[in-house]
């Protein structure tokens, strides 16, 4: 078990910013491919973000390319979500999750393949 804790969501206007963290209790998250996701109500969960283990790698949905910058702390203890010139359809669900084999090398960014999950920090954007 990873158990992952997701901080930093809450309510911004639109053009604002929020840093999102991600962090595993009593461990790194150095071995992990990291991802975040989001979800509304009624809706699948979409990747927004990812990064590999060591880093060197990310990877961005198109809707937050620009805007959105994911990176790990050099302790490797958290994974942070920048996300600078927030829009309304920003508002969701966030969450992070990790694998321990995804490679963004050459693997698709699926939700199935990351093992383990936090419980998610709402992010609202008001226009």
């Known amino acids: 078990q990873v158990p992952l804790v997701e901080s930093g969501g809450g309510l911004v206007q639109a053009g604002g910013s929020l840093r999102l963290s991600c962090a595993a209790s009593?461990?790194?998250?150095?071995?992990?491919?990291v991802g975040w996701f989001r979800q509304a109500p009624g809706k699948e969960r979409e990747i927004v973000a990812a990064?590999?283990?060591?880093?060197?790698?990310?990877y961005y949905a198109d809707s937050v390319k620009g805007r959105f910058t994911i990176f790990r702390d050099n302790s490797k203890i958290s994974v942070y979500l920048q996300m600078n010139s927030l829009k309304p359809e920003d508002t969701d669900v966030y969450y992070c999750a990790v694998s321990p084999y995804l490679r963004l090398d050459t693997d698709a960014v699926d939700p199935q393949k990351f093992d383990y999950w936090g419980q998610g920090t709402q992010v609202t954007v008001s226009s």
């Open positions: 990064i590999s283990w060591g880093g060197g790698i990310t």
């Open positions: 009593g461990r790194t998250l150095s071995s992990y491919t």
